[in-house]
């Protein structure tokens, strides 16, 4: 709607069963063509999210989050299944999903994340 709190979507978190982790890279960056632009591993050295940039002057990202089919949930891997729009002032961003009643838990607070990025 006009008057929001972004315009721009910039990236799509997807959930991928770890079983398809090789297929799935394969395809976003040789079939597709996408540029890999972060990796990162868990403790244990699996890979736990790549991310590809799309074509164009924006940073938009498809970012894929790699997590273990019998613990495929919202909960596995963090965020997974989710979207992130870019804002230019958290705190306005924040009371506008307060305002709208998206923001209702503590849990929903704007925080730096694991990238030291501001997030909510």
């Given at each position: 709607?006009?008057?929001?709190?972004?315009?721009?979507?910039?990236?799509?978190g997807l959930a991928v069963s770890r079983a398809q982790e090789?297929?799935?890279?394969?395809?976003?960056?040789?079939?597709?063509?996408?540029?890999?632009?972060?990796?990162?591993?868990?403790?244990?050295?699996?890979?736990?999210?790549?991310?590809?940039?799309?074509?164009?002057?924006?940073?938009?990202?498809?970012?894929?989050?790699?997590?273990?089919?019998?613990?495929?949930?919202?909960?596995?891997?963090?965020?997974?299944?989710?979207v992130n729009f870019a804002v230019k002032d958290i705190d306005?961003?924040?009371?506008?999903?307060?305002?709208?009643?998206?923001a209702t838990q503590d849990g929903h607070r704007p925080k730096?994340?694991?990238?030291?990025?501001?997030?909510?």
């Amino acid at each position: 709607r006009a008057g929001g709190f972004s315009a721009h979507l910039q990236h799509l978190g997807l959930a991928v069963s770890r079983a398809q982790e090789d297929a799935t890279v394969a395809f976003y960056r040789d079939t597709v063509g996408l540029a890999e632009v972060f990796r990162m591993s868990n403790a244990e050295g699996k890979l736990q999210l790549v991310k590809f940039r799309l074509p164009g002057p924006r940073f938009d990202i498809i970012e894929l989050i790699f997590t273990d089919g019998d613990k495929l949930n919202k909960w596995a891997a963090g965020a997974i299944y989710h979207v992130n729009f870019a804002v230019k002032d958290i705190d306005r961003a924040y009371c506008h999903l307060l305002a709208g009643g998206l923001a209702t838990q503590d849990g929903h607070r704007p925080k730096v994340n694991a990238e030291r990025l501001w997030a909510i």
